[in-house]
């Protein structure tokens, strides 16, 4: 798989020293892998459910150059990322699905092409679902809200069949073979560093959204006056 080239934006990637993260082996066989993100700043949880409607076909125009919006959200990883909707013109939904392409840490060996189907999406929480024939194989939400020194994030991936004549198969042979340890390392290294990454650019994108689906950020210029709170984005 080949990669895009990096995008120089001058920002830092956060490590993974202020995180906490967890594996859970379920009652059911599965497997849940839970990272609790450092506090992100200057970052709403309006922000993140705006983002997450229109994360997949919006450009962002920053200092003159246009990139897709999720090439910006991790400078480094992200490959591609496309969306099917019924209505071109909304943003996601439940229902809704897309497909994502990326390479933790940029190692081949660590790369993902994943059709997801989207679950979820509010002020509080991003879900997407990962099908094979039908089954539920994996299952991925971003949980969020607002505090005091940021927005506290949670993300969790659940890999695994809960039920089915198939189940110990999946669970205990191909969930191994398709989430070993360094893969899950470099997994949740990428997740701390894409959650992080939004203060650097979210709170400035999103003051900008009512330029629509392109969105011109010129970093050397005035920062726009805060709009005023609209309706929710999950009611769009």
Not at 123 to 128: G, H, I, K, Q
Not at 176 to 201: C, R, T
Not at 209 to 219: A, E, F, L, N, V
């Amino acid at each position: 798989m080949e990669f895009p080239e990096p995008r120089d934006f001058g920002w830092d990637l956060k490590s993974f020293d202020n995180a906490f993260s967890t594996v859970t082996h379920l009652s059911d066989g599965r497997t849940l892998f839970e990272i609790e993100h450092p506090p992100v700043r200057e970052v709403t949880a309006e922000m993140l459910c705006w983002w997450y409607g229109v994360y997949a076909d919006l450009s962002l125009v920053i200092d003159g150059t246009t990139y897709p919006a999720f090439l910006v959200s991790h400078p480094k990883d992200h490959i591609s990322l496309e969306s099917e909707k019924a209505d071109k013109e909304r943003p996601l939904t439940a229902g809704d699905f897309i497909t994502i392409v990326e390479g933790y840490q940029r190692n081949p060996d660590f790369t993902t092409n994943e059709r997801l189907e989207v679950v979820r999406r509010d002020e509080t929480r991003f879900a997407l679902r990962a099908t094979r024939s039908g089954v539920p194989v994996a299952d991925v939400e971003f949980h969020y809200e607002d505090g005091p020194e940021g927005l506290k994030v949670r993300n969790l991936l659940t890999v695994g069949v809960a039920k089915g004549i198939f189940k110990p198969i999946v669970n205990r042979m191909i969930i191994p073979w398709l989430y070993y340890e360094d893969k899950n390392y470099a997994w949740l290294l990428h997740s701390v560093e894409e959650i992080g990454n939004f203060e650097n650019f979210l709170p400035e994108i999103f003051a900008r959204r009512d330029q629509g689906m392109t969105i011109r950020w010129d970093r050397n210029s005035l920062p726009p006056k805060k709009p005023l709170r609209g309706p929710s984005p999950a009611d769009v």
